[in-house]
């Protein structure tokens, strides 16, 4: 048997890999819903449990009932919406504060040659895996010795503890990708450390300075534990804390359908942010760096 008449008995049909192919987008179909559903599930039962009151937060019922006393509650609500304003400006400060700070370090990491430069890296990564707890009663004295207790300054400088070394960690990994011809051609130009930073490096990471940024973000909008301990009146609250302390009409009221309403609202501008810089870090990674 020739080559040529043993390769057509062998090969399969073209409709055998039309198949197979159908059958390997099915299950990557099927995949890709679960995991949808079982991310997206949670909040969306956050939601219908929010339309609800009484009894009918007790039925199994995945229908929302479209009322919204809840959240017109929460609007006219000072406490909660005071406590959003505070999450924002929190949040927004420590995310543009550590971009700021985490970029500087990591240009000094990933370009300028000095001793012990990876022994400084090592033990940057060592304090972003620090539990909150350890620092706490450091922190706790430190601030009230600056006299910032009990403001959302405070919670600023306490979240750089944990998002300065993340971003450090992350943007010096994106600086050692560029490629150093570009920092040659500028310091041939005359161009100091700083000036390049600003003015070739800093246009090129639009994605990482998103993605960094991004998860700063919801870090300084998320955490609890400093907000708790450094804030005590409501108008200093942000909102993890507020909705930690919603409490019922009695003792014995459980609140629900608030809490969940709170938590849908909480949650909504962190989708929005998120599908915001989503696209243009998709924009930012398809456009090339370096073109010629």
């Known amino acids: 048997m020739t080559e040529v008449a043993l390769y057509r008995a062998v090969r399969k049909p073209a409709a055998y890999y039309r198949v197979r192919r159908r059958i390997v987008r099915l299950f990557q179909s099927a995949a890709l819903l679960l995991v949808l559903i079982y991310t997206l599930f949670p909040y969306y039962w956050a939601f219908v449990s929010s339309t609800k009151q009484g009894a009918a937060l007790y039925r199994a019922a995945l229908v929302p009932a479209l009322d919204f006393t809840y959240y017109r509650q929460l609007i006219d609500n000072p406490v909660f919406m005071g406590s959003l304003l505070n999450s924002a400006y929190v949040a927004v400060a420590t995310t543009f504060l550590s971009l700021f700070i985490g970029l500087s370090a990591a240009y000094a990491l990933g370009r300028i040659d000095f001793p012990q430069r990876r022994t400084l890296l090592m033990i940057i990564l060592m304090i972003s895996i620090f539990p909150q707890v350890v620092v706490l009663s450091g922190m706790f004295e430190l601030i009230n010795w600056m006299g910032l207790f009990n403001r959302p300054s405070a919670l600023v400088l306490t979240y750089l503890l944990s998002t300065v070394p993340f971003t450090t ?20 130009d005359g161009c100091s450390h700083f000036r390049i930073l600003m003015k070739i490096l800093l246009p090129l990471m639009g994605p990482s300075l998103a993605s960094t940024g991004i998860l700063a973000f919801i870090l300084a909008w998320n955490e609890f534990l400093f907000a708790l301990t450094f804030t005590l009146t409501d108008e200093n609250r942000t909102v993890p804390v507020a909705i930690g302390l919603i409490a019922g009409n009695s003792r014995y009221e459980y609140p629900f359908g608030q809490i969940m309403a709170a938590s849908v609202t909480v949650t909504l501008p962190l989708i929005l942010v998120v599908l915001f810089f989503q696209r243009r870090i998709v924009a930012g990674l398809t456009a090339g760096a370096v073109k010629g």
Do not use: N
């Not at 992350?170 to 041939?188: G, H, N, Q």
């Open 169 to 188: 960690w992350v943007l010096t990994t994106f600086i050692r990708e560029f490629p150093r011809e570009l920092e040659e051609a500028a310091i041939i």
